[in-house]
């Protein structure tokens, strides 16, 4: 158990709909990374928050974005959903004051658009 | 290229041998290395950090870098069933630490 949470754990959508997941990171970690790993591939890199600021963005387009809360929860939304977004989207939490960023995997949440 | 490379397996390997997993990456100038075990179904879980050239030990795990050739490799020693898994190979780059992953090596250890 890493201590970082994810909801919820599956989610079925249609196409051209919006989701919103959720992730709350390990006690002490500041910052915050979602990944989208599509069946068979490794994570691709989204975002990272820190402190309430994107931080850094992945090959994706606008119509993913996401916030981090004061307490360094963080939310992934996707507007217009497309069937390719079908996929197991993660969070991972981090601490700058760790000296190596080392990141750890929530339990993740699993999108299907239909 | 792909920036992170590693062979999609499946590896197989008898209950007790060593399991070698390899691993190469594309930019110089990254710094941190990182390997991850996924179970089938399950979310990735960190089990190996490298950061300087050299073996690092840890249990049965080893973990090797050799930056000058671009490569990190993870070796298993005394195999087990429950060690069955897909490995993910993630270097860490840019700012801000992103890290990039491999496809995964699936690997299957038999009794």
């Known amino acids: 158990e890493t201590g970082v949470t994810q909801s919820p754990t599956h989610l079925i959508k249609t196409r051209g709909q919006q989701v919103t997941l959720r992730c709350s990171s390990q006690?002490?970690?500041?910052?915050v990374s979602w990944y989208q790993q599509a069946l068979g591939q490794g994570p691709q890199f989204i975002f990272q928050y820190y402190r309430e600021e994107e931080n850094g963005r992945g090959n994706f387009p606008p119509r993913f974005s996401g916030l981090q809360f004061p307490n360094y929860s963080s939310e992934l939304n996707v507007n217009a959903l497309e069937l390719d977004d079908s996929a197991l989207y993660l969070c991972a939490s981090s601490s700058e004051a760790s000296a190596y960023n080392e990141q750890f995997f929530g339990p993740g949440t699993r999108l299907t658009v239909l | 290229q792909k920036e992170v490379e590693q062979n999609s397996g499946p590896l197989s390997v008898p209950e007790g041998a060593i399991a070698s997993l390899n691993c190469t990456y594309s930019?110089?100038?990254?710094?941190?290395f990182f390997w991850y075990r996924q179970y089938s179904g399950k979310s990735p879980e960190l089990i190996m950090s490298?950061?300087?050239?050299g073996d690092k030990e840890d249990g049965r795990f080893t973990a090797q870098l050799n930056k000058a050739s671009q490569y990190v490799s993870l070796l298993i020693r005394d195999s087990q069933p429950s060690d069955s898994a897909t490995y993910l190979c993630?270097?860490?780059?840019?700012?801000?630490?992103?890290?990039?992953f491999g496809a995964g090596t699936r690997l299957a250890v038999h009794p």
């Open positions: 930019d110089r100038g990254s710094q941190s």
């Open positions: 006690s002490g970690h500041n910052t």
């Open positions: 993630a270097v860490a780059s840019g700012g801000y630490n992103k890290l990039i």
């Open positions: 490298i950061y300087s050239n």
